[in-house]
């Protein structure tokens, strides 16, 4: 009933209005569209129409479709399939590549009855950040079509391969489409269309009448694709967006719905009304990529893989259960499998790639064609892990950051209306195992991190990248994020400071961090730390270079504590500001207020420096001087050849012989947890005697490390000779030798 009353009144207000028919009366949609007044119809035949359409009148654009009784069979009316308008006309690199564009007014116009497919999205500036200055960067949205301040009733049409980047395996200088592949939909006084940005009357904040709903049922979605909303995207909309007896290619069954990847609210505000809706079956949590034998009309089971991670974020339940995709060896990117970038993880997913060797996520971006890997958006329960990602460039995507990752807030404002610091949201991504090389932003050329609260980060390789302003390696404005195991290396903050990482506002921590080897054209050659509070315990800051001339860390107005740690062969080799160190080994011409206890100033003994191995020699003067008798820096001891492997997660346990041994008095056990487990280290004498118990509890995993100092459970010096030592963790068990002499 509801449909008749809704095409009784379509019926309606053709019959009294201007009927322009295309193409009886203009040859082209758009000629229509020109001489069409508020009121009208443009009727246009069935055909396929290769136009890049602007729509700025509130009339009806439909097709013939709309004279008809439509029924649930509606999805195969010919004159709806047979009505095409077809985006993929413009030449490649437009910025109008969208099938359709609505704009301004306020408008409220009908589109009823078409296919829209091959859209490319079009360009939008968007105003974010305001960290110093206000930062632009370009959206690319809106495949089929691209909503911009206006509010139309999308009914009855089929969106086919929008904003999907399968061509970009024959070009590589199509663009992807950022979000909104079938549909986007800007109500934002800081977004502008491309045609306004040099206007002056623009982004007025003038009162506006914005509706409370908008009107998008019975629409049929099917390979559309994005980063972001790969069906529908809001920016700025506080209403509901009604999309019911919709079909989607995919869906949840056990919830009816589809999940935020596929209509996603920039601020989740807008309320998605999915009543009715239909489409095939998500059943399964866990799912499989492959690049070479999966294919995108497989069900993504391990025998039947995806070829795209894309394809499979659009598949995670809405249910809060989390979705598993394992992702197979091989190259991901534009060219060889048709991946698009950015992607963004939605809640509760796990993407866990086979390996980090040979598992390789490569953006194929440049300075013209810009894309992330990731963005991770104000997510729960997240993981990235066992990832190579390389050849990201976000310069022009916002000071935010992060050329292969971006963890965000979903609000781009630093700062309230009244001046104050916006607050941080909590977020708990965990980034695992990955090695970020070849990556370029404005800020953070690897990671980005902007207004969280939570993020982790371990064993990660962050290596080659560089950043335009701030934090070649990594970038952190505000809120807190956890890094551990990991090394900063080779990166370079082109024009500013923090050369390996910038952390502004907010704090961070830090262990067990290698920073080495980074450049800064401004300062802080290694870090760089404003207004923020920073704990740094076991990390060797050595030989990046500030061409400032100021220091290895680079602070202001902020608090740093350094605990057993290495400062050394930086250039300049001092630190500047306000710090409290402890039982760490620094320079002696250190420039510092809150000095404190237990510091050296001797060479560390690095095993290869000039080949960058900061592992310690076994005579280092750093081994044992720290806090407790610990090690100061990042690395181990012992000069074997140091790999990228020393610094990512473990695949399997492992006992690893002691060092020094022989030893007296103190050594050091080494071993490999690759999971989160029980465990207990014991000493025993050669008649198998329990001398002393080290470790007996829950550790979490990685490359761990204790002392033993030849002493019993009652601290009573032990004899020298040969004795035992084992690790037991469920059904693991590894004994080793070892002597001490006297």
């Not at 010919?78 to 985006?87: E, F």
């Not at 009855?156 to 590589?172: L, Q, R, V």
């Not at 659009?314 to 809060?320: F, I, V």
Request: net charge negative.
């Amino acid at each position: 009933m509801m449909r008749n009353y809704i095409l009784s009144i379509l019926l309606f207000s053709i019959g009294y209005s201007t009927v322009i028919n295309i193409p009886s009366d203009y040859n082209t949609i758009q000629e229509g569209l020109d001489v069409s007044v508020e009121g009208d119809t443009v009727l246009v035949s069935e055909g396929e129409y290769f136009e890049n359409l602007i729509l700025d009148k509130e009339i009806v654009l439909a097709s013939h479709a709309i004279n008809e009784q439509l029924d649930s069979n509606w999805v195969t009316n010919q004159y709806i399939a047979g009505t095409i308008i077809n985006g993929g006309q413009q030449p490649i690199g437009s910025n109008k590549e969208s099938c359709l564009i609505i704009r301004d007014n306020d408008i409220n116009p009908l589109i009823f009855g078409f296919t829209f497919e091959d859209g490319r999205g079009t360009d939008m500036l968007i105003t974010d950040c305001e960290v110093t200055d206000n930062h632009q960067r370009i959206e690319r949205s809106g495949g089929g079509i691209l909503v911009y301040n206006a509010y139309p009733d999308i009914m009855f049409n089929k969106f086919i391969n929008n904003g999907n980047t399968s061509m970009a395996n024959t070009d590589d200088d199509i663009q992807v489409v950022t979000n909104g592949g079938a549909i986007s939909h800007y109500d934002t006084d800081d977004v502008e269309f491309d045609e306004d940005r040099n206007s002056i009357d623009y982004n007025t904040n003038q009162t506006r009448n914005r509706p409370v709903s908008m009107n998008i049922q019975n629409n049929y979605f099917e390979n559309n694709g994005s980063g972001d909303g790969e069906c529908f995207y809001s920016n700025g909309f506080l209403g509901s967006i009604d999309l019911s007896n919709s079909i989607f290619d995919n869906m949840d069954c056990s919830t009816n719905t589809v999940n935020e990847f596929v209509l996603k609210s920039k601020t989740r505000d807008a309320d998605y009304i999915q009543e009715g809706i239909t489409g095939n079956c998500i059943e399964q949590g866990t799912y499989y990529v492959n690049a070479e034998n999966g294919s995108d009309g497989n069900p993504g089971t391990e025998e039947e893989p995806f070829l795209t991670i894309r394809k499979v974020l659009g598949l995670a339940k809405g249910d809060g259960s989390t979705t598993f995709i394992h992702v197979a060896e091989g190259i991901y990117s534009p060219s060889i499998t048709g991946e698009s970038f950015p992607l963004i993880i939605p809640d509760n997913v796990h993407l866990i790639g086979a390996n980090w060797e040979n598992t390789i996520i490569d953006i194929e971006a440049t300075q013209e064609k810009q894309a992330r890997g990731f963005i991770v958006q104000e997510v729960t329960n997240v993981k990235i892990a066992n990832f190579t990602i390389t050849g990201g460039n976000a310069e022009d995507a916002g000071c935010q950051g992060g050329g292969a990752i971006l963890l965000t807030n979903n609000d781009d404002a630093v700062y309230n209306a009244d001046g104050s610091m916006a607050p941080y949201a909590p977020s708990t991504p965990v980034l695992e195992n990955l090695y970020l090389t070849g990556n370029h932003a404005y800020n953070g050329g690897g990671i980005g991190v902007f207004r969280l609260i939570g993020p982790t980060m371990e064993n990660i390789i962050v290596q080659e990248n560089s950043s335009y302003s701030f934090g070649g390696g990594i970038f952190q404005h505000a809120g807190v994020t956890t890094i551990s195991n990991t090394k900063i290396t080779d990166n370079n903050a082109l024009t500013q400071h923090g050369g390996g990482i910038a952390v502004f506002f907010g704090g961070a921590l830090l262990n067990n961090v290698e920073i080495s080897n980074n450049i800064a054209e401004n300062l802080g050659g290694g870090a760089a730390f404003y207004q923020s509070e920073v704990d740094l315990s076991n990390t060797t800051i050595c030989n990046n270079i500030d061409y400032a001339n100021n220091s290895a860390i680079w602070s202001l107005n902020a608090t740093v504590g350094i605990v057993n740690s290495i400062v050394w062969g930086n250039q300049p080799n001092r630190l500047q500001s306000y710090y409290t160190i402890t039982y760490s080994n620094i320079p002696s011409n250190t420039q510092i207020l809150g000095e404190g206890e237990g510091n050296i100033d001797l060479d560390p003994l690095f095993c290869a420096p000039d080949s960058a191995n900061y592992q310690l020699a076994e005579n280092s003067p750093c081994i044992g001087t720290g806090l407790e008798g610990a090690n100061m820096g990042a690395n181990e001891v012992g000069c074997g050849a140091l790999s990228i492997d020393n610094y990512l997660m473990p695949t399997e346990f492992a006992l690893h012989q002691n060092y020094p041994n022989p030893f007296n008095p103190v050594t050091t056990l080494r071993y490999d947890l690759p999971e989160n487990t029980m465990v207990n280290i014991t000493i025993f004498d050669i008649m198998g005697r329990m001398v002393s118990e080290l470790v007996n509890g829950q550790q979490t995993s990685g490359y761990k490390t204790i002392t033993w100092d030849a002493t019993n459970s009652l601290g009573e010096t032990v004899s020298a000779g040969v004795y035992l030592y084992s690790i037991q963790t469920g059904e693991f068990r590894q004994v080793k030798k070892m002597i001490l002499l006297k």
